[in-house]
C-alpha cells in the first residue's frame, strides 16, 4: 500500500480546489484541506498514481498552481475508510497567501438566477466555489465560511446538503446560500427599510426608470446608480459626489450591449468576461453615452459582476447603468451600511445584509495595441500573489500618495494591496493605515523585517512609515517605477528605462517625471531627462496648468508680456512669475499639462491629469504626422523650439504635432542610449503610458527598431505599482 | 530624506527646525519660555527682509515677539535686552528708527529695555536683533493640562505677517493695503491671565502659520486637533494672495496673533474678552482637541471632507504625481 502526500501552492483556496480533489479521489481512501499555505491531499493507493498530472489536469478554472510538491511512502495498511474533506487547520505560525480576490459572477450562477425551476432564482446573492466575494469578506487568509462575514447566516438543510455533497456545484462552497438562509436585500428610505428580497430589489429597479439616483451595495462596497442615459438622474449624481466633468463608469447589461456602446477586441471583451470583470475603458462607438463620457472618446464600461446587477436589469429593462463609488470626489468608497443609510442626496438606499470587512473599488484596465495596462488594481486583482525568487525578509512598501497600493513579502511571495486614492484627503489617510495594518494582520505578519518608501519630504505614505517602523529605507520614485517593471518581467539584467510622469521627487532636490536610466548590475544610473523647466506655485500649478505653461513660455522667451498676451486672463498671476523663486521640473506630465493649456483645451483642471487627458483626446482626432524641431544634448531632451512653434500657433492639430513630436523625442533619446551602452533591452514606466498614443508610438517605434520592450502589464502603470519596485530595488540591494 | 547641510528649510520654523531642536541642540521643542519658579525667560533672534515694512520694522518685530513669547506660558513680561549685529555701513538714521519702535513697543508692553550689546560686521552681511526677555509668571500655563473637547481660539485674522512681507520683499504688488499684523499683545492677552479663566495652552502662530503652531499643539501628545475652514478668521485680502500665489494662508506667519486652548467652559466667555481689544476683534473659535487622531491636525473643509494640516517640510515642493 501506498501513501501519497501532495501539497499544491499557488491561488488554490477560496477557487473550489477541495470540491474538485475529492470527486477525483473519492474511491480512494484518505482526505483533503486547507493549511495555511496550500492544499494538502493525503491517499492511500495499492498503485503508484500519476499525482501531478492528474492534478493540473483538473484544477479549477480560477486556480492557479505554482507548484505541487509530493512524497509517497510504503505503508502496511490503509489509515482510512473512506475519502474525506477536513475542515481547515487551526492557524499556525506559517503565513498564508491563498486568499483569492473578489470575483465576479460566473456563467453558471447567471444561467441559475433566472432559471424559474432552481432553488436560487433570483437570489440577489447567488454565488458558488468560482465566484463571489473573497477577500471583501475574510477576516483572516484562511478562506473558510467561519473566517468570513458569512459566518452570520447558518446555512439551510438544503445549502447543507449540496454543501456536503461532492455531486454538487456548491460542494465547500463557503459562501452558499439561498434565498432562505442567505443574506438578504432591503430597500432603504429614510433610514427605514420599506421593503425586503424581491419587492426590495424591485422598487429599486423601478425608481432606476424614474430618474431617481440610489446607492446600491454590491461587492466590496456602494455604488452610486442611475439610468446613464436619463440626464436628470447623471446631473443628480454629479451634483451629490462635487463632480462635474470627470466620466462616470457604467454597468451595461451584457456583452451584447457593450458591443453596441464601444469598439471591443478580443482581449477586451475576455477581460470583461472573466472572473475579475474590471471597469474596461473601451473605445466609444457612438455618443449614447456621451452624458456620462463627457468628452471622453473612451467609454468605462462594465459587465455585471453581482447578482444584483443582473436583476436591476431584468426588472428595470433598462440596458446600462451608471455606477460610481459612492464617495464625495476624491474621499473613500462608502462601505459600512451605517453611512449609507446616512449618505444625503440619494432617493433609495438598496442595501444587503452580508458585512463588507474592507472596501474595494472597481478596477481600471485598458488595452493598447492589445496588451493590457492597469490603471487602477482593486477588485479582481488584490490581492494576487506574485513569486519572488529566494526567500526574503518581510517587507513592506509603502507605494506613493497620488494613487497608492502598498505592498508586502511573505517569504517568497509578494502581495500588491488594493488601491486608495489620494492620501491628502484625510479619510483617504485613515483608509491607508487601516490597510497597512490589516494587511500586516491579514497575512500574519508579526514583525516588518524592513520598511520602504518613497523618499519625497512631504510624502504621508512616507512620514507613516517612519513613524510607524524602526527600520526605513527610502527610494526615488522613478527608479521604483523602474524596478516594477524589472519585477513584473522577472528580469535581474542590463536595462535602459524611460519613466514619464507625473512629478516626484528627484535624487536631486528637484521635480523628476521625464527620466532616463541604466541600470547595469545593481547600480541605476540617471543618464538623461526631459530638459528643466522652473515650476511655480507649488500644487496649484498641477491643478491649474495655465500657471505651468506661463511658467514654461516664459522661461524659454523671458518676455513676460509675451506670457501675459498669451493668456491675458490671468495676467496678474503671471506678472508674479519673475519675481518668485521657482522649483525645477524634468517631468513629462507637467510638459502635457503647458500644451494643453497654450492651446487652450484646459487651463485648470477638476480633477488629476484632466488637461493631459484632453489633450490626448484631442489628439486622437487628427490624423497628422509632423513633427516639431526639439534637441537633444547630451540625453538630456529640450522641447522650447516644440512649445515656442506651438504657443505661436495654438491650433487644436498641435495636441497630434505635440504627441508625435514628443514620442519621436523620446524614442531618439532611448535609442541613442541604447547605443550608447549596448543595452537593448528598454523598461517603460510611469502615468504618461496611460496615455495610448504615447505607449503605443513609442511601443512600435522600439519594436521597429529591434528593441525588447518590457512594461507594467500585470501591475499598474502608473503609481499604482512603485511599492512593487521598492520590493525589487530593496530585495536586490540596488545602490540607487 | 536626510540633510548634510542647513537649508533655508531648517530655519522656516516647520518640521525640520524642529528635528534640529531635538537631534543637534539635544532640547525640548517645548515651550515659548521657559518656566524658571515664578519667572519665565525666553529669547529670540530677528532678521527679516526688509527691515522696514508696511505694519512694522525689525525692531518693533524683536521686541513684540519676544514678550508674546513670555505671556504664551502665562508670564507679565517684565525686563528686555537687547543685542545687535550690523552691518559695516548700515545707516544710522535707520539704527535710530529701529530704536524708536523698540522703545515705543516696550513701552506700550510696559517694559522696560535694561541691557544690550552691539557687533559690527562686514558690509552686506545683514543686521540682525537678538531680544531676551524675563517675565513675571502670573500663573504657568505649560499645556500639561490640555483635555478632549477643549476649544481652540485664534485671537485674530491669519497669515498677514507671512503674505505682506512676500509682497513687499518680492516686490509682488499684490495689494496695497496688507501690513503686517506685528504687534506686541499683553494689552490682549493679559487680562485673560489675570482674569480667573482657565487656559490650557497658548502659543503664537508665527514662523510655519497656525499649521505649524497646531502642529506644535498636539507634537508627541496624546490628542490631535480638529480644525474647521470656515471658522478660522482669514481676510478676504489673504485669501485672494494665497489663491494667486498657491501658498495657503494656514502656513503663512503671524506676528500679532494668539491660539489659546481653553477647557469648553470657558471659551466664550474668553472670545468675550478678546473681542473687547482692538486687537481681539476678530477672534473666533476655530476648532477643538480631539483623542480621535493623536498628533494629527485635521482641516475640516467646507465641503464635507477633511485634510491634514501636516507640518511644513519642504517648501515649494509639489506632491502630487
Ligand atoms: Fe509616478
Ligand atoms: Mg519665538
Ligand atoms: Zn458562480
Ligand atoms: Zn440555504
Known amino acids: ?736 | 530624506m536626510t540633510f548634510d547641510k542647513i537649508t533655508m528649510d531648517h530655519g522656516s520654523g516647520g518640521k525640520l527646525t524642529l528635528e534640529l531642536i531635538e537631534n543637534i541642540f539635544k532640547a525640548n521643542a517645548g515651550l515659548d519660555s521657559a518656566i524658571l519658579g515664578d519667572i519665565a525667560f525666553t529669547t529670540d533672534s530677528h532678521s527679516i527682509t526688509p527691515l522696514f515694512f508696511r505694519g512694522g520694522d525689525i525692531g518693533k518685530l524683536s521686541v513684540s515677539g519676544t514678550m508674546n513669547d513670555l505671556l504664551c506660558v502665562g508670564a507679565k513680561p517684565m525686563y528686555l535686552s537687547s543685542a545687535f549685529i550690523m552691518e559695516e555701513g548700515f545707516l544710522i538714521s535707520d539704527l535710530k528708527k529701529i530704536v524708536q519702535s523698540m522703545l515705543s513697543e516696550a513701552k506700550s508692553a510696559n517694559v522696560e529695555i535694561v541691557c544690550g550689546d552691539t557687533k559690527v560686521i562686514e558690509s552686506n552681511k545683514g543686521f540682525y536683533v537678538n531680544t531676551s526677555a524675563i517675565g513675571k509668571i502670573i500663573r504657568p500655563i505649560d499645556g500639561s493640562k490640555i483635555k478632549e473637547g477643549d476649544k481652540i481660539i485664534a485671537t485674530g485674522n491669519i497669515g498677514e505677517h507671512g503674505f505682506a512681507i512676500l509682497n513687499e520683499r518680492e516686490n509682488l504688488q499684490l495689494t496695497s493695503h496688507l501690513a503686517s499684523d506685528c504687534a506686541e499683545l499683553t494689552g490682549l492677552i493679559l487680562p485673560i491671565i489675570e482674569s480667573d479663566l482657565e487656559i490650557h495652552w497658548m502659543r503664537d502662530p508665527t514662523r510655519g502659520g497656525l499649521a505649524m503652531c497646531l502642529n506644535e499643539l498636539c507634537y508627541k501628545r496624546d490628542f490631535g486637533v480638529e480644525v474647521f475652514e470656515e471658522l478660522v478668521p482669514i481676510s478676504q485680502e489673504v485669501l485672494s494672495i494665497s489663491e494667486m500665489l498657491g501658498i495657503e494662508p494656514y502656513y503663512s506667519a503671524n506676528e500679532g496673533k494668539m491660539v489659546i486652548v481653553v477647557p469648553p467652559k470657558d471659551a466664550s466667555k474668553i472670545l468675550d474678552l478678546l473681542h473687547k481689544h482692538p486687537l481681539g476683534k476678530n477672534a473666533s473659535l476655530i476648532g477643538e482637541i480631539t483623542k480621535d487622531h493623536p498628533q494629527k491636525v485635521l482641516l475640516n473643509l467646507s465641503y464635507g471632507t477633511k485634510r491634514l494640516l501636516s507640518m511644513p517640510i519642504v517648501e515649494k515642493m509639489p506632491r502630487i504625481c
Open chain 1, 1 to 736: 500500500m501506498l501513501a501519497i502526500k501532495v501539497k499544491i501552492y499557488g491561488i488554490v483556496q477560496g477557487v473550489g480546489f477541495r470540491p474538485v480533489l475529492y470527486n477525483i479521489f473519492k474511491s480512494y481512501t484518505g482526505w483533503v484541506r486547507n493549511s495555511s499555505c496550500c492544499v494538502e491531499l493525503y491517499i492511500e493507493s495499492a498503485k503508484p498514481i500519476n499525482i501531478e498530472r492528474i492534478i493540473i489536469k483538473n484544477k479549477p478554472k480560477n486556480a492557479f498552481i505554482r507548484s505541487i510538491d509530493y512524497s509517497v511512502h510504503k505503508i502496511k495498511k490503509c489509515a482510512y475508510r473512506s475519502f474525506v474533506i477536513k475542515y481547515s487547520q487551526e492557524k499556525n505560525n506559517q503565513k498564508n497567501i491563498n486568499i483569492t480576490p473578489d470575483w465576479g459572477m460566473c456563467k453558471s450562477c447567471q444561467k441559475e438566477l433566472f432559471d424559474i425551476t432552481n432553488r436560487r432564482y433570483l437570489h440577489p446573492l447567488i454565488t458558488c466555489t468560482d465566484c463571489g466575494p473573497r477577500f471583501s469578506i475574510a477576516k483572516d487568509g484562511l478562506f473558510d465560511r467561519l473566517n468570513t462575514t458569512m459566518s452570520a447566516f447558518e446555512m439551510c438543510n438544503a445549502c447543507t446538503k449540496e454543501y456536503t455533497d461532492s455531486s454538487q456545484r456548491r460542494f465547500h462552497a463557503q459562501t452558499i446560500s439561498c434565498k432562505q438562509c442567505g443574506p438578504r436585500y432591503f430597500y432603504v428610505k429614510n433610514n427605514q427599510a420599506v421593503l425586503k428580497d424581491i419587492q426590495a430589489i424591485q422598487k429599486a429597479a423601478i425608481d432606476l426608470t424614474r430618474s431617481k439616483v440610489g446607492l446600491l451595495k454590491g461587492i466590496g462596497g456602494y455604488h452610486l446608480i442611475c439610468n446613464c442615459l436619463d440626464k436628470l438622474a447623471v446631473e443628480k449624481i454629479k451634483y451629490i459626489k462635487h463632480r462635474e466633468e470627470k466620466p462616470f463608469a457604467v454597468i451595461v447589461r451584457d456583452i451584447e450591449t457593450a458591443k453596441k456602446y464601444a469598439y471591443l477586441q478580443k482581449s477586451e471583451i475576455d477581460i470583461l468576461e472573466s472572473q475579475i470583470k474590471p471597469i474596461l475603458l473601451a473605445k466609444s462607438k457612438n455618443d449614447y453615452l456621451k452624458l456620462v463620457n463627457l468628452e471622453s472618446p473612451f467609454v468605462g464600461i462594465m459587465l455585471p459582476y453581482a447578482p444584483i446587477h443582473l436583476l436591476l436589469f431584468y426588472f428595470s429593462r433598462l440596458d446600462c447603468l451608471a455606477a460610481t463609488s459612492a464617495n464625495l470626489s476624491e474621499s473613500p468608497l462608502i462601505y459600512k451600511d451605517s453611512d449609507a443609510v446616512n449618505f444625503s442626496g440619494v432617493d433609495f438606499v438598496l442595501l444587503h445584509n452580508r458585512k463588507i470587512l474592507r472596501p474595494i473599488e472597481d478596477s481600471i484596465v485598458h488595452f493598447s495595441l492589445n496588451k493590457q495596462l492597469i490603471y487602477r488594481y482593486a477588485r479582481g486583482f488584490a490581492p494576487s500573489p506574485f513569486y519572488l525568487k529566494g526567500v526574503k525578509p518581510n517587507i513592506l512598501a509603502l507605494g506613493a500618495d497620488m494613487k497608492n497600493n502598498i505592498a508586502i513579502t511573505l517569504k517568497d511571495t509578494i502581495v500588491l494591496s488594493q488601491y486608495t486614492p489620494d492620501l491628502s484627503n484625510y479619510e483617504n489617510y485613515e483608509q491607508f493605515s487601516r490597510k497597512v495594518n490589516d494587511f500586516l494582520s491579514f497575512f500574519d505578519i508579526k514583525k516588518v523585517d524592513l520598511a520602504i518608501c518613497d523618499k519625497h519630504p512631504n510624502y504621508l505614505s512616507s512620514s507613516y512609515a517612519r513613524e510607524a517602523f524602526p527600520c526605513v529605507v527610502e527610494t526615488q520614485h522613478h527608479k521604483a517605477h523602474f524596478a516594477s517593471v524589472l519585477m513584473e518581467n522577472d528580469y535581474y539584467g542590463d536595462c535602459v528605462a524611460v519613466v514619464l510622469d507625473g512629478t516626484g521627487f528627484g535624487d536631486d532636490g528637484n521635480i523628476w517625471g521625464g527620466e532616463f536610466f541604466v541600470k547595469e548590475k545593481t547600480l541605476i544610473k540617471r543618464i538623461g531627462h526631459i530638459k528643466y523647466f522652473p515650476i511655480f506655485f507649488g500644487d496649484k500649478a498641477i491643478k491649474e496648468p495655465y500657471r505651468i505653461a506661463a511658467s514654461y513660455m516664459y522661461e524659454v522667451t523671458k518676455d513676460i508680456e509675451y506670457v501675459k498676451f498669451l493668456f491675458p486672463e490671468y495676467k496678474d498671476v503671471i506678472s508674479l512669475i519673475p519675481k518668485l523663486k521657482p522649483a525645477l521640473t524634468s517631468s513629462a506630465g507637467r510638459l502635457f499639462d503647458a500644451v494643453s493649456a497654450l492651446i487652450n483645451i484646459k487651463h485648470k483642471n477638476t480633477f488629476e491629469a484632466q488637461s493631459a487627458m484632453l489633450l490626448e483626446y484631442e489628439a486622437e482626432k487628427h490624423k497628422s504626422t509632423k513633427i516639431l524641431d526639439y534637441k537633444i544634448n547630451d540625453f538630456i531632451i529640450d522641447f522650447s523650439e516644440t512649445l515656442k512653434t506651438i504657443a505661436k500657433r495654438r491650433d487644436l492639430l498641435s495636441a497630434r504635432v505635440f504627441h508625435n513630436t514628443f514620442t519621436q523625442a523620446i524614442f531618439e533619446n532611448v535609442l541613442s542610449i541604447s547605443k550608447h551602452t549596448g543595452i537593448d533591452t528598454i523598461a517603460l514606466g510611469g502615468g504618461v503610458f496611460q496615455n495610448s498614443l504615447v505607449f503605443a508610438g513609442l511601443y512600435k517605434k522600439l519594436i521597429k527598431a529591434g528593441l525588447k520592450v518590457m512594461f507594467n502589464s500585470r501591475f499598474p502603470i502608473n503609481d499604482g505599482s512603485i511599492a512593487i519596485g521598492q520590493i525589487y530595488l530593496a530585495k536586490e540591494g540596488i545602490c540607487v
